[in-house]
């Protein structure tokens, strides 16, 4: 499976890991959002600026990636690598961030849940940014009737959602091509 990305040159990179354990996440839907948050950080250190990641759970651990720095995307690795979602409320946490977010970025959020707390902030998200990509990582087969009208209210927002069932991440390796 490939995901590609379309990326304007000039525009911050905002790559934002739901760490949050709210009861429905299962291992492997946090692994593959972990793999998939290191694979777009490493396409956008190759092709951007300038990139931030911000991993979410009971607090907010900021790292920002220059260009050309891999020491930094190191430091992103290693944090990858020994981070484990804890019992905290995504969307509260995020909320709490906005205001300390920059403007005129373009944000790629990787969670395993969907739901109308998130969409309220991600709305005012959407205000400050160029633009909000959503990498849903489901353990289901398909979208459940609720998610899937919440992904249709994003849509008319401009929040694009792409879901990645427990079956794709199964089979298929996660190639990221940003152009």
Known sequence: MTKEFEKDKSTDVLVVLDACNRGKQNWLQFDAAAELSAALLEAFEKKSSKATFLSVHDKVEHFSIAEG??????????????VEPVPALFPAVLLQELNKMPTGFVAYILTASLDEMLFDVLRKMNMHSHGIHILLISAAAELADSDRMLVRHMAKQGITVTSLTKKQLAADPIEVNVF
């Open 69 to 82: 720095r891999r020491a930094q995307l190191d430091r992103v690795y290693q944090h990858l690598a020994a």
